[in-house]
């Protein structure tokens, strides 16, 4: 599949920040597909000294069957910051990514959209990178402050920041942990939940849950 090559790789956390507010703009608020026929789970495994696995699995929506999956390996070129993940991840995961065959309707990445402190979350670049709708899923929040969801499959309460709701915290089982569903590009937060929902028999949805499972495969067998 086509990622777009749209700025050089930072040095710096300077350039890095320069780069996100530089992008931004050309980021798209738009409802997203309400049906995504084919939906692709990101994620990133480490090691300690520095190697990392990249892992996309595209997944057929009703189903969940596996229709493609890519794996590409690297070392990490760029430390890790807060707000500044995408410039250690996205290198090998845009390899893993232009490896596709499929170009999938939606793209869910382990991480963060809007809810990020500059609007430009991960999910934001590969967005942006892509031109695909793209949200972001997080285990934690990284930003901003919300109420419990209600403890029923599908509750949710706002994740707010600076006064804007920037994403939500999503019941995606009974009685377990919220997720944090933000959005990237091309999508909004009602489909974007509605969408999480479809794919997730665990807390996780099984995007993350089988991206995460292939990237650490390709790391312990490297």
């Given at each position: 599949m086509e990622v777009r090559?749209?700025?050089?790789w930072p040095a710096t956390a300077s350039e890095a920040e320069a780069i996100q507010d530089e992008l931004r703009p050309l980021l798209v608020d738009s409802p997203g597909p309400p049906s995504p026929r084919t939906i692709a789970g990101l994620d990133v495994s480490y090691t300690d000294d520095g190697p990392l696995a990249a892992a996309v699995v595209?997944?057929?929506?009703?189903t969940l069957n596996v229709l493609e999956e890519s794996v590409a390996t690297g070392t990490a070129a760029f430390p890790y910051i807060p707000g500044l993940l995408a410039f250690r991840e996205l290198?090998?995961?845009i390899e893993a990514l232009r490896a596709l065959e499929i170009t999938p309707d939606l793209l869910v990445c382990d991480g963060y959209g809007l809810a990020h402190p500059r609007r430009f979350g991960l999910a934001c670049h590969l967005g942006v990178l892509t031109d695909l709708p793209t949200i972001g899923v997080a285990k934690t929040s990284f930003i901003g402050t919300h109420t419990p969801p209600a403890p029923q499959r599908g509750a949710t309460s706002p994740l707010l920041h600076q006064g804007e709701e920037v994403g939500r915290a999503l019941r995606t089982q009974d009685n377990v942990k919220?997720?944090?569903?933000?959005?990237?590009h091309r999508m909004n937060l009602d489909n974007a939940c509605r969408n999480?929902?479809?794919v997730a028999r665990h807390r996780l949805p099984e995007t993350t849950r089988r991206a995460d499972?292939?990237?650490r495969d390709a790391l312990s067998g490297a």
């Amino acid at each position: 599949m086509e990622v777009r090559d749209l700025h050089p790789w930072p040095a710096t956390a300077s350039e890095a920040e320069a780069i996100q507010d530089e992008l931004r703009p050309l980021l798209v608020d738009s409802p997203g597909p309400p049906s995504p026929r084919t939906i692709a789970g990101l994620d990133v495994s480490y090691t300690d000294d520095g190697p990392l696995a990249a892992a996309v699995v595209v997944l057929e929506t009703t189903t969940l069957n596996v229709l493609e999956e890519s794996v590409a390996t690297g070392t990490a070129a760029f430390p890790y910051i807060p707000g500044l993940l995408a410039f250690r991840e996205l290198p090998t995961l845009i390899e893993a990514l232009r490896a596709l065959e499929i170009t999938p309707d939606l793209l869910v990445c382990d991480g963060y959209g809007l809810a990020h402190p500059r609007r430009f979350g991960l999910a934001c670049h590969l967005g942006v990178l892509t031109d695909l709708p793209t949200i972001g899923v997080a285990k934690t929040s990284f930003i901003g402050t919300h109420t419990p969801p209600a403890p029923q499959r599908g509750a949710t309460s706002p994740l707010l920041h600076q006064g804007e709701e920037v994403g939500r915290a999503l019941r995606t089982q009974d009685n377990v942990k919220p997720v944090f569903v933000s959005v990237g590009h091309r999508m909004n937060l009602d489909n974007a939940c509605r969408n999480v929902l479809k794919v997730a028999r665990h807390r996780l949805p099984e995007t993350t849950r089988r991206a995460d499972r292939l990237s650490r495969d390709a790391l312990s067998g490297a």
